[in-house]
T-cell receptor
Framework: GIQVEQSPPDLILQEGANSTLRCNFSDSVNNLQWFHQNPWGQLINLFY???GTKQNGRLSATTVATERYSLLYISSSQTTDSGVYFC??????????????FGRGTSLIVHP | ETGVTQSPTHLIKTRGQQVTLRCSSQ?????VSWYQQALGQGPQFIFQ???????GRGNFPPRFSGLQFPNYSSELNVNALELDDSALYLC???????????????FGEGSRLTVL
């Protein structure tokens, strides 16, 4: 099956710093989502981004499907950005049933 | 707030028991999928239901089963619980048109199961 690798696995920042999280995938995909898992366990949608670039406030994401990677940018980080960031992909081979594969996540800690 | 609700939020069971977890999908969504997330791991896809039928399954044994109801809510049932079943169980809803899922998932807050 498809392999999804996220990097870095852990990231520690001071408030106000910028960061880039990466998601590499081993095969063609129908779509890709980025999520933020808060300390209570809920997965919060950040971006649904099978290709191209999107921005939402301090966060933006870019997916280059032909090169099989996606990047999540966090600017001017805040303590509330702490948590685990996951990317999830739907392999093209799933035929539209959307059987997502998640990476292992990037754990982000933002210190005040 | 995604509009996806799960119950119970926490529960403790003993090995060999059975458990039922429930999920109400977001208004307008017709597809529900379930995931198991062990500590320190990403969520693992269990199965997906569309129009009350299972239409996708991950690498989980048959003792993991589910249902979807006409109102699109869903249940996850796990029989013969094992210690390794201890995990956060997440439900997600999405919209499929003509059997093809649009792909954007919206998750509930999860049910944390502990098996002793």
């Amino acid at each position: 099956g498809i392999q999804v690798e996220q990097s870095p696995p852990d990231l520690i920042l001071q408030e106000g710093a910028n960061s880039t999280l990466r998601c590499n995938f081993s095969d063609s995909v129908n779509n890709l989502q980025w999520f933020h898992q808060n300390p209570w366990g809920q997965l919060i949608n950040l971006f649904y981004i099978p290709s191209g670039t999107k921005q939402n406030g301090r966060l933006s994401a870019t997916t280059v499907a032909t090169e099989r990677y996606s990047l999540l940018y966090i600017s001017s980080s805040q303590t509330t950005d702490s948590g685990v960031y996951f990317c999830a992909v739907d392999p093209l081979a799933s035929g539209g049933s959307y059987i997502p594969t998640f990476g292992r996540g990037t754990s982000l800690i933002v210190h005040p | 707030e995604t509009g996806v609700t799960q119950s119970p939020t926490h529960l403790i069971k003993t090995r060999g028991q059975q458990v039922t977890l429930r999920c109400s999908s977001q208004s307008g969504h017709n597809t529900v999928s379930w995931y198991q997330q062990a500590l320190g791991q990403g969520p693992q896809f269990i199965f997906q239901y569309y129009r009350e039928e299972e239409n996708g399954r991950g690498n989980f044994p048959p003792r993991f089963s589910g249902l979807q109801f006409p109102n699109y809510s869903s249940e996850l049932n796990v029989n013969a619980l094992e210690l390794d079943d201890s995990a956060l169980y997440l439900c997600a809803s999405s919209l499929a048109a003509g059997g093809r899922n649009t792909g954007e998932l919206f998750f509930g807050e999860g049910s944390r199961l502990t098996v002793l």
